[in-house]
Every structure is written in structure tokens, then in C-alpha cells.
């Protein structure tokens, strides 16, 4: 059985977003989310709280979610981290992320067993469009859940990478994500929120 959830993007900060994912931000894109970056480290907002969330968003949840990464949001994030050391981002490191041609998508999972998410798949769909992902990463061991010991005892990630080229970043999508035990977790994602 499928378990669906409504995306939900968590801004940590006033800044305008885009109105899509950019995959060729503009010079001026690109200064807007080092800022954002430098404004959430000013606020103490932990770099994480800058990716696009999605699922229920509370700390020590039991629920699937997860957050995606945009070459804006993934800016913003590095910019934090930066700032939180009072340094700067290089050029080289900006050029790095807006050279990636992949967007990355990060699912948390809960199960019982410790390697309850090997070899998990995920698939984006647009209409009636499926697509594949270039590449998918999974923990091979489960961390303990706050459960634990009690069910759902483990927790992991499963990280599906997306070409820019494969999908239309301005319309929604489905993400689903199917681990080897069975079943389906769906996420409704609206590629149009976020930044």
C-alpha cells in the first residue's frame, strides 16, 4: 500500500525565493542565495534548515521525509556553513554546485531492521512520464530510530540523484520511493515553491 505525503517547503528566511528550480541561475540568483546563506547563519539557523523539507517537519519524527537540493538551495546551504566560520565561499566552490547536473533528493525511512533500506529505489513522475534516476545511494545499516527498541527501530536514508535534463523543474512531480521489503512511500513535490 502507498503512503502519500504533501510537500512543504521550510524557508528559513525572508529573502524572495525563485519561482522554480533554477538550473542556470543568474549571477544575481546566485548572490541572492550566498545572502540567504550569510542571513541564516546571522539568524543561527542551523545550514540544514535551508534545504526544500518535505513529509511531516519535527524533530525526531517517525514518519518519511526528506529535503531536496536545488543548485540555489545547495548555495545557500554551503554559504551558511561558511559563514558560520566567518569565511567565504570561493569561486571554484559556487562554480562546483552550479556545474552539478544533477538534483538531489534525500528520503528518510523507518524500519524494523537495520538494513531495511538496501537496495531501495526511487522514480520521479510527471504526468504520465516516469523518471529513472541516474544514481541511488542507500544506507547499508540503519541508524537506531528514537524508537528504538521499540518499532520503528531503525532509521535510513535513501538518496536518489535526478539529471536537470530528465524533468521539467518548473511543474510538479511524484517522487516514490520503494524499499526491497515492499510497499511504496509517494511524496507530492511542486518543483514551482522552491528555491
Known amino acids: 500500500m502507498a503512503t502519500r505525503y504533501v510537500f512543504a517547503a521550510l524557508l528559513a528566511s525572508s529573502a524572495a525565493p525563485t519561482e522554480a528550480i533554477e538550473v542556470h541561475p543568474s549571477s544575481e540568483e546566485t548572490n541572492a542565495a ?32 526528506g529535503f531536496l537540493t536545488s543548485k540555489l ?23 562546483r554546485i552550479l556545474d552539478e547536473p544533477y538534483l538531489m533528493i534525500a528520503v528518510f525511512l523507518f524500519g524494523h531492521d537495520p538494513r531495511f533500506a538496501v537496495n531501495s529505489y526511487a522514480v520521479l513522475t510527471q504526468a504520465e512520464r516516469k523518471i529513472v534516476p541516474a544514481k541511488v545511494r542507500f544506507d547499508g545499516a540503519a541508524d537506531r530510530s528514537t524508537a528504538w527498541p ?44 522552491i528555491p
Open 34 to 65: 550566498l545572502q540567504r546563506g550569510r542571513a541564516a547563519a546571522v539568524a543561527h539557523t542551523p545550514p540544514n534548515r535551508l534545504y526544500a523539507w518535505f513529509g511531516v517537519a519535527h524533530d525526531g519524527q517517525l514518519t518519511p521525509h
Open 150 to 193: 521499540k518499532p520503528p527501530a531503525y532509521r535510513a536514508k535513501v538518496i536518489a540523484f535526478f539529471r536537470y535534463e530528465d524533468f521539467d523543474p518548473r511543474a510538479t512531480a511524484t517522487l516514490s520511493v520503494f524499499p526491497p521489503s515492499g510497499g511504496e512511500v509517494s511524496f507530492d513535490l511542486d518543483f514551482a515553491a
Open 73 to 95: 538551495g545547495g548555495i545557500a546551504v554551503m554559504s551558511a556553513h561558511f559563514a558560520l566560520r566567518s569565511e567565504r565561499p570561493s569561486d571554484q566552490d559556487i562554480q
